[in-house]
């Protein structure tokens, strides 16, 4: 199943929450920022273990001080007008981190608008890589049954939601 909510990421008690991480996994701002701040200090702590993370990737911490079990760092492309294999790379951050939360046995994970912010993602560009490859990535996944998008305004969730239920 998926589904978009309007609101905090760091408010949703899912088995895993997806960071929109740098690749040297540091709080940064934005959701990143959000997502280390609700965390506490110990996510930090544990990102700087991890030796960074290559655009495309993701990486996997405990939650911390979140009501999610875990962090999955996923490392989104910045936007170069799209001739810098920008498509695969948010794509595939989309598959590794259903993957990883499968392999962790996770049941739900939440995603924000990977690449969107600083990174200049557009997201009428992003949405649909971001849909396509989560219903791809649950046909694949033993565990991981619910994908959630969680976004900032009911905009952005309208966007989303066209294309879920235009692809049921």
């Known amino acids: 199943m998926i589904r978009v909510l309007v609101g905090d990421i760091t408010t949703l008690a899912v088995d895993a929450i997806v960071n929109a991480a740098n690749n040297q996994l540091l709080p940064g701002g934005g959701v990143c920022g959000a997502i280390h701040r609700a965390a506490g200090p110990e996510l930090a702590n544990a990102c700087s273990r991890l030796n960074g993370c290559d655009t495309g990737g993701a990486v996997i ?42 392999q962790y046995h996770c049941t739900s994970i939440a995603f924000p608008a990977i690449s969107c912010g600083i990174f200049g993602y557009p997201v009428d560009k992003a949405i ?40 049921e």
Request: aromatic residues 8%; glycine residues 4%.
């Open 61 to 102: 911490t405990e939650g911390y001080n979140l009501p999610a079990r875990y962090v999955i760092h996923a490392v989104g492309p910045v936007w170069h007008g799209g001739h810098m294999n920008e498509e695969a790379l948010l794509a595939s951050c989309y598959r590794e981190s259903i993957a990883l939360a499968d």
């Open 128 to 167: 649909p890589i971001a849909v396509n490859s989560s219903k791809q990535s649950l046909l694949n996944a033993s565990h991981v049954k619910e994908v959630i998008f969680s976004v900032i305004d009911a905009n952005l969730a309208s966007q989303y939601n066209a294309l879920i239920e235009d692809k």
